[in-house]
């Protein structure tokens, strides 16, 4: 009877035991310096396979390196906080070749967040506390579009509005035969745009509601009529027609070759928002992400719009299907920049400058009676990290990359991927 009762003592002692330590794995106060390299002369190594695009983007080329980050100094950063300067090296895959600088940036630890300064660009990579499922805004500092200067795509539209989110605190990483406990992971994005492809049996074909973006090919007879299920997310629905014949949807017929983009409202798939133009006047109401401007205008059209911020949409696409140039009337400034018979502009809200401005590259959007050129575009957005404290970051994924049909020429791809995954660290 006595060893049974020191048997369930020593039970009860290593169950407590094993509660203690999970509740320290859950540590939602972690500090944030405890996530940072800190001291001059520690570092981590990390695998780094890049993506690129050679050949004007027709080719996808994987290449590999080992990657150094360094702590080089600790200095005060223009505010007065305690940073630490990163020194990069790189050299070949198999670690043989000597290290080749290849850049700084700053990290600066705060109370409740760990900030990546690079290029004068900041990113609030963590944020307290440490709670699965927690949101911010990390890249709530940067500009739209802080590629532009890199890369003409339009992947980076709306970058300060990416929502970052814990997805678990107490995950592990291996490293060879290192387990590393206690790791964060951080979601920073994850959005795709691309056609399903659907193939048309007969002379009828029903869309699902899974889907935004179609494209259609097959069929016969000569009208192919389709049907579509409510939206269960988007309220828009774009059909290419690649069936070779006429595909129709309710009233609206798309010709053999081009696309539509329907919008929901009212019970049904429609047009978007017409704007009707009355004495070369419209308004733009700021409901729908795309809109057209019909009528019958004898001069320059002017449109002018309820939107001050994006609380009601961050993106709007403006077809012009009048005979003249037209001007929306943002600001003075854009209510310069002309729209052009037959073409479209898209405008999106700059959370940076607190204004609406329009996109640079390429501005025009080609369209004939609101139908487009049937070969579609996709893209794609993924980012996710990785921080282990007492370490640092220990794994990052970023793909930011955009496929551009280009009709009439050879097709390409924009953008770049990185993933870095950690092999080896010291802490001085």
Not at 128 to 145: E, H, I, M, S
Request: proline share 6%; net charge positive.
């Amino acid at each position: 009877m006595k060893n049974c009762c020191l048997l369930l003592l020593s039970a009860l002692f290593l169950l407590l035991l094993g509660c203690k330590r999970q509740v320290e794995e859950f540590d939602p106060g972690a500090p944030m310096e405890s996530f940072a390299l800190s001291t001059v002369g520690s570092y981590i190594v990390y695998q780094l396979d890049s993506t690129v695009y050679p050949n004007f983007g027709r080719d996808i080329a994987v290449r590999s390196y080992q990657e150094k980050h360094t702590v080089g100094a600790v200095m005060q950063d223009n505010t007065g906080r305690t940073s630490y300067r990163i020194n990069r090296s790189i050299r070949n895959a198999a670690g043989t070749s000597n290290w080749m600088p290849a850049g700084t940036y700053m990290i600066t630890p705060t109370g409740t967040t760990l900030e990546i300064i690079q290029n004068n660009q900041r990113i609030l990579s963590l944020s307290a506390p440490l709670v699965p499922g927690r949101t911010w805004k990390g890249n709530r500092f940067l500009p739209d579009k802080p590629y532009q200067d890199l890369f003409s795509f339009n992947n980076d539209v709306g970058i300060s509005d990416w929502e970052f989110r814990y997805l678990s605190v107490t995950d592990t990483f291996r490293m060879g035969t290192q387990t590393v406990d206690k790791v964060v992971t951080v979601a920073q994005v994850d959005e795709e745009s691309k056609a399903d492809t659907i193939t048309v049996n007969g002379s009828s074909v029903n869309i699902p509601d899974s889907v935004t973006v179609v494209w259609l090919r097959g069929g016969s007879g000569d009208t192919i009529r389709v049907t579509a299920a409510p939206p269960r997310n988007f309220q828009t629905l774009q059909l290419i027609n690649q069936t070779g014949r006429p595909v129709k949807l309710n009233t609206i017929s798309i010709p053999a070759g081009k696309g539509f983009t329907f919008e929901y409202k009212d019970g049904m798939w429609s047009y978007p928002d017409l704007l009707q133009v009355v004495n070369n006047f419209a308004r733009l109401p700021g409901t729908s992400n795309q809109s057209y401007l019909v009528g019958n205008a004898t001069a320059s059209v002017r449109v002018f719009t309820d939107l001050v911020d994006s609380r009601k949409i961050k993106g709007v696409t403006v077809y012009n299907r009048t005979a003249q140039n037209a001007f929306v009337e943002f600001d003075t400034a854009l209510a310069k920049v002309p729209i052009a018979p037959g073409l479209g502009r898209f405008y999106f809200y700059d959370t940076t400058r607190r204004s609406w401005a329009v996109s640079p590259d390429p501005a025009d959007i080609k369209t004939t009676d609101g139908f487009t050129e049937g070969t579609p575009d996709a893209s794609k957005n993924y980012s996710v990290e990785k921080w282990a404290p007492g370490i640092g970051m220990v794994y990052q994924q970023l793909i930011m990359w955009q496929y551009v049909a280009n009709p009439g020429g050879t097709p390409y791809n924009l953008g770049f991927g990185v993933r870095r995954r950690m092999i080896e660290y010291r802490r001085q």
